[in-house]
């Protein structure tokens, strides 16, 4: 089956960096994606990968290995609006995304 | 902001009844989604479109039925609501199926009692 693991919840510091991590098992492979969600909002787009390596999009940077079925989505400088879920999700060989169950980020004073 | 909505935002119904949810979109995008995000899953598929009349099943389909008449509406029909349907829907809309990202909706709140 096609699995998405990613940790349910982490607690970060203001000022701090922290790391998220995706592990996944899919059939087919066309593109990871990460989207931010506050509680009782929409998820919103965040970064896509389709190629190993860094994206770097201001204090947000994306991680892609594919041979080891593996993503991170690293934060910096944290803010307190930054937290939220941070939803991970892989597009298949039918091109359906397959969504992690999201890691809870709670940002500490 | 890419101009997505859902309508209704906010609905309880008991069960065995019919319900429809409304996704409108501005952006003339080609497809269509419907979610649902349960407390402890992923959001799941439950039908998408890549044109009008064009639909297809996504993996949670049961029970679901939808249309899309017009580029800028994709409804969603629960043709005899269960508890279990009870749930968050967001529907998303993209440009292209592969590369792009999907934009979402507001989200409808469902109960069903």
């Known amino acids: 089956g096609q699995n998405i693991d990613q940790p349910t919840e982490m607690t970060a510091t203001e000022g701090a960096i922290v790391q998220i991590n995706c592990t996944y098992q899919?059939?087919?492979?066309?593109?990871l994606f990460w989207y931010q969600q506050h509680a009782g909002e929409a998820p919103t787009f965040l970064s896509y990968?389709?190629l190993d390596g860094l994206e770097e999009k201001g204090r947000f940077s994306s991680f892609l290995s594919r041979s080891k079925g593996y993503s991170y989505l690293l934060l910096k400088e944290l803010q307190m609006k930054d937290s939220a879920s941070y939803l991970c999700?892989?597009?298949?060989?039918?091109?359906?995304?397959?969504w992690g169950a999201g890691t809870k980020l709670i940002i500490k004073p | 902001d890419a101009g997505i909505t859902q309508s209704p935002r906010h609905k309880v119904t008991e069960t065995g009844t019919p319900v429809t949810l409304r996704c409108h979109q501005t952006?003339?995008?080609?497809?269509m989604y419907w979610y649902r995000q349960d407390p402890g899953h992923g959001l799941r598929l439950i039908h998408y479109?890549?044109?009008?009349?064009?639909?297809d099943k996504g993996e949670v389909s049961d029970g679901y039925s939808v249309s899309r008449s017009k580029t800028e509406d994709f409804l969603l029909t629960l043709e005899s609501a269960t508890s279990s349907q009870t749930s968050v829907y967001f529907c998303?809309?993209?440009?292209?199926?592969?590369?792009?990202?999907?934009?979402f909706g507001p989200g409808t709140r469902l109960t069903v009692t």
């Open positions: 998303a809309i993209s440009e292209k199926r592969e590369g792009h990202e999907q934009y």
């Open positions: 952006e003339n995008h080609r497809y």
């Open positions: 479109s890549y044109g009008v009349k064009d639909t």
């Open positions: 899919t059939s087919g492979f066309n593109g």
């Open positions: 990968n389709v």
């Open positions: 999700a892989v597009m298949d060989s039918n091109y359906q995304l397959i």
